[in-house]
């Protein structure tokens, strides 16, 4: 199913200070989170974000942070999101069934997050240039592990990839759209 800017909400997962600094390829991986987020705030798509413990971990990147004023964090010690409380009933609240999933890492709390909401019903695009691991072998590992979940759990949602480019253009759909040269000012 594609993406529709009216059933999307994006996940953004601990791109928190000192996990972002390990990251492998760490700039390309906040230039792109940058684009998604300003992506997505451009096209309405509600955005929740998550700190992994950040007392310990630091506060959102501030590249991101200034993005973010009306999304406050919401701070986490379980791995995958869906273990904090109120979260589901939230993403149930919105009547929105499309997750885009971006942040860190790709193979522990992106994996794990993935997981739980195929698990519920949804139908997850994990965006593979904006989710990273320490090493890049890792995050492999936790991108696969996430489509097959979605292709061999019955009576589950769906577990997609895609990138910053692919979601954004698809949630859009024509070059008609009203936000098509603000959207390309974006992603250049």
Not at 66 to 93: E, N, Q, R, Y
Not at 178 to 186: H, I
Request: glycine letters at 8%.
């Amino acid at each position: 199913m594609m993406l529709s800017t009216d059933n999307a909400v994006l996940v953004l997962i601990d791109v928190q200070e000192k996990l972002t600094s390990v990251m492998h390829d760490r700039d390309a991986l906040v230039e792109n989170l940058v684009k998604l987020v300003k992506g997505a705030l451009l096209l309405g798509i509600p955005i929740i974000r998550f700190e992994q413990n950040p007392e310990k971990m630091g506060k959102t990147i501030s590249e991101l942070d200034a993005l973010l004023h009306d999304a406050p964090p919401i701070t986490k010690m379980s791995f995958g999101c869906c273990g904090v409380d109120g979260f589901v009933d939230d993403l149930f609240a919105m009547r929105r069934k499309q997750v885009l999933i971006a942040g860190i890492e790709t193979h522990v709390c992106v994996y794990q997050t993935a997981v739980e909401l195929i698990r519920g019903g949804y139908s997850v695009e994990v965006v593979v240039d904006a989710v990273s691991s320490r090493r890049a072998s890792d995050k492999e590992v936790g991108l696969a592990k996430i489509q097959a979940c979605g292709a061999h759990s019955a009576g589950s949602g769906q577990g997609h990839v895609t990138s910053v480019e692919t979601a954004l253009f698809e949630l859009m759909r024509s070059a008609e759209h009203p936000n098509f040269r603000d959207m390309l000012r974006v992603v250049k």
